[in-house]
């Protein structure tokens, strides 16, 4: 399966997605940033490229077609030096700014298919932040899991910060459970989902059967 097809598979299951196009080639990537409109971010798509940021693969904040342009010629210089096989470049609206969350599952072989939730972004190795339930969970769970992360505050409102919106990641965490089990998914990753007290945008997806 393509990007686009687990993008479309997510949205077939009531997922929010934020508005994307995969681009071959530079014509392509102008097309569909013109579509989805200015600022928009783009991502190396590779197989080599697990963790794009590692490569200097995500740029964000693309304001114009020059920038784009800038970007694209980046990205094929980056390919060349890693030896990178590029199934083509994630052209994304840019998302809202907020906390960074990861939302995940996976399947147990003694227990059945686990979610986690926790601080997410590029740094999700290193504070290992989480908290996880068994499959399937209520909106009670969901609190309790919250409770149990360190960063909580930041997630629930401190020092004058609105708390992110808790029904919104409620929905997304009960859907990822009914997810995993329908599709029968071994792991997945919405890493980082990006909240803040309107709602959350789903930035990368990584899941596998």
Request: charged share 30%; net charge neutral.
């Amino acid at each position: 399966m393509t990007v686009i097809d687990d993008y479309k598979l997510l949205e077939k299951h009531g997922f929010e997605l934020i508005p994307y196009g995969l681009a071959v080639g530079l014509q392509d990537a102008l097309k569909i940033a013109k579509r989805i409109g200015y600022p928009i971010a783009m991502k190396i798509i590779s197989p080599q490229a697990t963790h794009k940021t590692d490569v200097g693969g995500v740029r964000i904040g693309i304001k114009n077609e020059e920038m784009l342009k800038l970007v694209h010629r980046e990205f094929e210089e980056i390919a060349k030096l890693n030896k990178l096989q590029v199934d083509g470049i994630l052209v994304q609206k840019m998302a809202r700014r907020g906390i960074e969350l990861i939302v995940g599952a996976k399947r147990d072989e003694q227990f059945g298919q686990l979610i986690i939730l926790g601080l997410g972004g590029i740094y999700v190795e290193i504070f290992r932040d989480i908290s996880a339930r068994l499959c399937p969970i209520n909106e009670q769970d969901v609190d309790e899991m919250i409770e149990e992360l360190q960063s909580h505050p930041i997630i629930t409102g401190t020092r004058g910060k609105k708390a992110i919106n808790i029904k919104e990641l409620k929905r997304l965490m009960l859907n990822v459970c009914r997810f995993v089990a329908k599709e029968d998914i071994t792991e997945m990753d919405l890493n980082p989902v990006i909240f803040d007290e309107n709602g959350g945008d789903i930035i990368d997806v990584r899941f596998t059967k």
